[in-house]
């Protein structure tokens, strides 16, 4: 496999580079923004470093010459780490459950052999014992499945990401997209694809930017204990530390005593103006009251997305300031059940354009309906938070991290 990385002023650039040195077949392994340091960061915008790889086997005749200089000359030891730290962990996973999927009768010749099919990276001889095997949908639905594939790492793959509760479909479209006839895909190669089509699939994240115009208004909406608070106050925390950015506090929650006390004991800690909102004529005279600053974080109360006396009142406070630049976060927890999670996102949809937040991913090990909300709604993924430490325990969500945990090959921590 060949890998190298190319360095542009956007990821299409750097994407354009690596299809045009490599073809069509180069598969997009690792993207990050190089922001510049010391006083260059003045006069330079960021740039985007992209790793790609391609297979030799699949390398078309337009790009010989390339494979050929590139297997010359090697390849960087940070390139190869690059593809390892994605593919190694999920490799061994799978090689894992090869072995301990042998019936227990098995000689040690027929493990031998498995073991010796999954380290030769090529699936043609690793076929599936048991054709007939069907797998259950996340929802644990016995009558929803699939006859298994006649290849034995298609069909580990498939459960890996069941197992990570991403649904039925979007499994099936996943792997579905695969032609089981081509014999000669190595391992990596596989793992590489379907790496790629999660990471595409979760599309562009977004986190919050302030406004081209002072100020900037930022509603966090929720049901109840999903952690709107707490992420809000890490958000303000690091725009304020991190960024410099001048910022203001509001709070619609007055159902909660507790929550007010906590956005003005964040508030004091920042030295931030703090407000509590009762009407949506007081949100508008407030946001003209600190109008100067760059961003005015709106913490709103949690309640049943069933309750339309509250979703109206909701929308009256997000209409009131519609005059000024205003973003929407719906906070979601990552371990409410997924039909749930579902129905609470149509319902905001219903009320205002949103992105995403998924909280609480510490308490849970299957990431996969941050896949499957971003598909079923097309809302775009901002930030993920796993703890309640502030400003810490807060990331924009990463897809290759999300990719990788999908296929089983993350570490403890979400680490985004």
């Not at 000359?73 to 301990?100: F, H, V, W």
């Not at 999300?402 to 090959?409: E, P």
Request: glycine letters at 6%; aromatic letters at 6%; hydrophobic letters at 35%.
């Amino acid at each position: 496999m060949i890998i190298k990385k190319y360095k542009a002023a956007t990821e299409k650039d750097a994407i354009l580079m690596a299809k045009e040195d490599l073809g069509p077949e180069a598969v997009v392994m690792n993207v990050k923004t190089i922001k510049r340091k010391g006083i260059m960061k003045l006069f330079k915008k960021n740039t985007v470093e992209l790793t790609a790889a391609i297979d030799d086997n699949v390398a078309d005749k337009s790009s010989e010459k390339v494979v050929d200089k590139a297997s010359k000359e090697g390849y960087s030891e940070d390139a190869q780490n690059a593809i390892e730290e994605k593919i190694n962990s999920i490799a061994r996973l799978l090689e894992q459950q090869m072995m301990s999927g042998k019936d227990a009768g098995s000689d040690s010749s027929d493990i031998k052999s498995s073991e010796s099919e999954v380290r030769g990276l090529h699936f043609d001889a690793v076929v599936s014992e048991n054709p007939a095997k069907t797998y259950s949908g996340a929802s644990g639905d016995k009558s929803e499945t699939k006859p298994a594939s006649k290849n034995r790492i298609i069909d580990l793959i498939y459960n890996q990401l069941i197992d990570n509760e991403v649904n039925k479909d979007i499994a099936d479209e996943i792997i579905g997209e695969f032609d089981f006839e081509n014999n000669s895909l190595p391992l990596d190669n596989i793992l590489a694809n379907v790496y790629q089509k999660i990471v595409l699939k979760l599309g562009e994240v977004k986190p919050l930017t302030p406004g081209e115009k002072k100020p900037k208004v930022v509603f966090f909406v929720g049901n109840t204990g999903v952690g709107k608070t707490t992420t809000m106050a890490k958000l303000a925390s690091k725009f304020k530390l991190e960024e410099k950015q001048n910022i203001a506090m509001l709070s619609i929650d007055t159902y909660r005593i507790a929550a007010i006390e906590q956005i003005k004991t964040y508030a004091n800690i920042l030295n931030t103006p703090m407000e509590v909102v009762y009407t949506p004529e007081d949100i508008k005279n407030y946001v003209e009251k600190y109008n100067e600053c760059d961003l005015i974080f709106v913490d709103t109360a949690g309640h049943s997305h069933r309750n339309e006396e509250q979703k109206k009142n909701l929308k009256e406070m997000v209409d009131a300031v519609s005059d000024y630049e205003t973003e929407v976060f719906l906070v979601v927890s990552a371990v409410v059940k997924y039909k749930d999670l579902l129905d609470i996102a149509r319902t905001y949809e219903k009320l205002f354009d949103y992105k995403l937040i998924f909280t609480k991913l510490d308490e849970t090990r299957a990431s996969g309906s941050i896949l499957n909300l971003k598909l079923d709604m097309g809302k775009t993924l901002s930030y993920a938070t796993w703890g309640q430490n502030v400003p810490e325990d807060i990331g924009v969500i990463d897809p290759q991290i999300v990719a990788k945990s999908l296929l089983g090959g993350a570490g403890d921590g979400p680490g985004f």
